[in-house]
């Protein structure tokens, strides 16, 4: 099945910075990529998300960019906030069956 | 907005009892889902469905079976608890049919955390 894994596990930023997160996946053919972020103490929730077809997506602070011949997605917060501290996880799909890795802890110094 | 409720936030449960964890969605989804969540191990699939009296087996389905006699509502069933099940479970419901390629978008419930002593 698919496998996924992020990088680095745990990620400080000052506010204001930006922050990468980066993710790679096995299986060639998974053709959707989310990112959910969970807050602590709530559930997760998808914040940006982006198919094969296309290599990046943007929504104000956050991007998403995938390089399908390496095999890899990253997520980009820009200008980091303090509400961004929560930890984030990237899934890779096909067939709509979501295969998460085990997320990254990000934590906004103010 | 859609609504994925499961029936309780804190469960606490002796080894070898028989747990039944609830899951109900309110927004026509075929699609739902049991994950587990585990400090440093991300969110794991125990058990997902497509549809009524449907289920399919997840990444860690050892020591679980679901159950979904209607549509909106899925059942995570822990016949003998163990310790090992000591987690925290979410729910997660989308819209989309197997075998439709695309967006597959989850929708979480606020989570059960089940607790065996």
């Known amino acids: 099945g698919e496998n996924v894994e992020q990088h680095p596990s745990t990620l400080s930023v000052q506010e204001g910075d930006s922050a990468v997160i980066k993710c790679t996946y096995s299986d060639s053919a998974s053709n959707y990529f989310p990112w959910y972020k969970q807050e602590l103490g709530k559930r997760p929730q998808l914040i940006i998300d982006?198919?094969?077809?296309?290599g990046e997506k943007k929504d104000q602070r956050i991007a998403v960019t995938l390089n399908k011949t390496a095999k890899h997605f990253s997520l980009h917060i820009t200008e980091t906030q303090p509400e961004d501290s929560a930890v984030y996880f990237c899934a890779a799909s096909k067939n709509n069956r979501l295969a998460f890795g085990k997320g990254n802890q990000v934590v906004v110094i103010p | 907005d859609v609504k994925v409720t499961q029936s309780s936030r804190y469960l606490v449960k002796r080894t070898g009892e028989k747990v039944f964890l609830e899951c109900v969605q309110d927004?026509?989804?075929?699609?739902m889902f049991w994950y587990r969540q585990d400090p440093g191990l991300g969110l794991r699939l125990i058990y997902f469905?497509?549809?009524?009296?449907?289920?399919e087996k997840g990444d860690i389905p050892e020591g679980y079976s679901v159950s979904r006699e209607k549509k909106e509502r899925f059942s995570l069933i822990l016949e003998s608890a163990s310790t090992n099940q000591t987690s925290m479970y979410l729910c997660a419901s989308s819209l989309f049919r197997q075998g439709i390629s695309g967006a597959n978008v989850l929708t979480f419930g606020a989570g059960s955390r089940l607790t065996v002593l």
């Open positions: 927004m026509d989804h075929e699609n």
């Open positions: 982006i198919r094969s077809n296309v």
């Open positions: 469905s497509y549809d009524v009296k449907m289920k």
